[in-house]
């Protein structure tokens, strides 16, 4: 089991910055490759950025390239996303996942554990 807990969201005005972090315990990090994943009201989820399991290799949605950047810490189990330029329509819960797997995974039923989720709101 991998336990999974997102922090780092809230309200942020249009065209400002958040960082989040995904906190792992329980099995080694550095074994999995890591997703963010976003899920507005009433909408799919969605993926946003994934990262490889050393970190060297990464990949986005084509909305988040150029304003969001995914990185990770092995020795601290942690992986981050860092938005940039946030927009109104980016406002969703982002939820962190890892997946077993030697690729970049975009489909969420790849991903074999969730964290709970961070709110990320972006006022107009």
């Known amino acids: 089991q991998v336990q999974l807990v997102e922090s780092g969201g809230g309200l942020v005005q249009a065209g400002g910055s958040l960082r989040l972090s995904c906190a792992a315990s329980?099995?080694?990090?550095?074994?999995?490759?890591m997703g963010w994943f976003r899920q507005a009201p009433r909408k799919e989820r969605e993926f946003v950025a994934a990262i490889s399991r050393s970190g060297g290799s990464t990949y986005y949605a084509g909305s988040m390239k150029g304003r969001f950047t995914v990185s990770r810490d092995n020795a601290e189990n942690t992986v981050y996303l860092q938005m940039n330029n946030l927009k109104p329509e980016d406002t969703a819960v982002y939820y962190c996942?890892?997946?077993?797997?030697?690729?970049?995974?975009?489909?969420?039923?790849?991903?074999?554990?969730w964290g709970q989720g961070t709110q990320v709101t972006v006022s107009s």
């Open positions: 329980g099995r080694t990090f550095s074994n999995y490759a």
């Open positions: 996942a890892a997946a077993m797997a030697r690729m970049l995974p975009t489909s969420s039923r790849e991903y074999d554990y």
